[in-house]
């Protein structure tokens, strides 16, 4: 079953602009985190906000987290095509057992 | 220091053999993961291990065997494989459950 759901499924802007993407969950969470993944490759976690954080920043990324709403935002500002990738966020799954619930991810694409 | 590698990277099968993928990490972490990625989903979580001698079933573990004899490896094994077991198989690992995790670099399996 799928906790996290990400929004749009697939984005393509220009280099420089700044990318937006979502996600959306069901059930009260501790924390959600984003994670990247280039084609053909392992992931690689971006950020992880607690629930208890309204924003965090590192580097270029911008992470959002509203509870009221269950739902996260990921801004990528200034993009390059470096950040071209598959971006999915996770969350801790309800109930306390180890597990991340992974939504099906937002595949972005950087036009140069 | 390698963090998550896993052997094979690629790997093609006829329906009925059988296969073991390793998962090495060398970062002391106590838990470890084994997912299937398919076009379009997230990761789907197929077992898991929460210390050395420990296993437990994720969301999808039918047709699936794990092993953690080490603290270091896990091991998931396909007994009599099936073209629904066609996908890219990703380990990770972590210190901290519910936290951020380390992925390998996957194994695409095709089985025939």
């Known amino acids: 079953s799928q906790q996290g759901e990400e929004d749009p499924q697939a984005l393509s802007i220009q280099e420089g602009e700044n990318a937006t993407m979502n996600c959306s969950y069901k059930?009260?969470?501790?924390?959600l985190q984003w994670y990247r993944q280039n084609s053909g490759r392992g992931l690689v976690h971006l950020i992880l906000?607690?629930?208890n954080e309204r924003e965090k920043h590192s580097g270029r990324l911008r992470v959002t987290l509203d509870t009221s709403k269950k739902s996260s935002s990921l801004l990528i500002t200034a993009s390059r095509a470096a950040d071209t990738a598959s971006y999915f966020c996770a969350t801790d799954a309800p109930g306390g057992n180890y597990q991340l619930i992974w939504g099906a991810g937002t595949k972005l694409i950087i036009k140069p | 220091n390698a963090g998550v590698t896993q052997t094979p990277k690629f790997r093609v099968l006829k329906t009925g053999q059988s296969m073991t993928l390793l998962c090495a990490q060398d970062m002391n972490h106590e838990y470890m993961y084994w997912y299937r990625q398919d076009p379009g989903m997230g990761l789907r979580l197929i077992h898991y291990?929460?210390?050395?001698?420990?296993?437990a079933k994720g969301e999808v573990p039918d047709g699936y065997n794990v092993s953690r004899l080490k603290k270091q490896n896990f091991l998931l094994g396909l007994e009599s494989a099936a073209p629904s077991q066609t996908s890219v198989y990703f380990c990770a690992s972590n210190s901290v459950p519910r936290e951020t995790q380390y992925f390998g670099p996957g194994t695409r399996l095709l089985v025939l």
């Open positions: 059930t009260s969470i501790n924390n």
């Open positions: 906000i607690r629930s």
């Open positions: 291990s929460v210390g050395e001698g420990t296993t």
